[in-house]
């Protein structure tokens, strides 16, 4: 969508394999994405919240989005603790999906 769209929307889907991969290096190069992607199975890395943490901040600013949708699949629990770690904070459902709010000037919260 972002693509396609000339970045109207501010989204950025973690699905990505209906698009080339030379679109998504960018993608590929931020933290949060790639922990993401490894969550779905599509990157064989590991996805490890805490030690995300550091570059949390500058990786969601460079996205320029304010909200992470994690949709209905079989790692949206996954997906969501992960992200509930990285942010400190709960997601808000929406139907079958949970949004968390992306923090915009803050740093990202350490872990408790």
Same mark, same amino acid.
């Given at each position: 969508?972002?693509?396609? /769209?000339?970045? *109207? ?10 698009? @080339? /991969? !030379? ?10 994405? !790639? ?6 199975? $599509?990157?064989?890395? @590991?996805?490890?919240?805490?030690? /995300?943490? !550091?570059?949390?901040? /500058?990786?969601? !600013?460079?996205?320029?989005?304010? %909200? ?5 699949? @079989?790692?949206?629990? +996954? =997906?969501?603790?992960?992200?509930e770690t990285?942010? =400190? =904070? *709960?997601? $808000? *459902? ?11 000037? $803050?740093?990202?919260? %350490? +872990?408790?």
């Amino acid at each position: 969508m972002q693509v396609t /769209d000339s970045g *109207r929307y501010k989204l950025v889907d973690g699905y990505l394999s209906y698009t @080339p /991969d !030379r679109i998504w290096q960018d993608y590929y190069a931020n933290p949060v994405l !790639r922990s993401l992607l490894a969550i779905q199975g $599509e990157l064989h890395i @590991p996805a490890n919240a805490i030690a /995300d943490q !550091r570059v949390a901040g /500058d990786s969601l !600013r460079s996205l320029d989005a304010s %909200a992470i949708v994690v949709f209905d699949s @079989p790692q949206q629990g +996954a =997906a969501i603790t992960y992200l509930e770690t990285l942010l =400190a =904070a *709960r997601g $808000e *459902r929406a139907g079958s999906c949970t949004v968390f709010a992306v923090p915009t000037n $803050e740093p990202v919260p %350490a +872990a408790k």
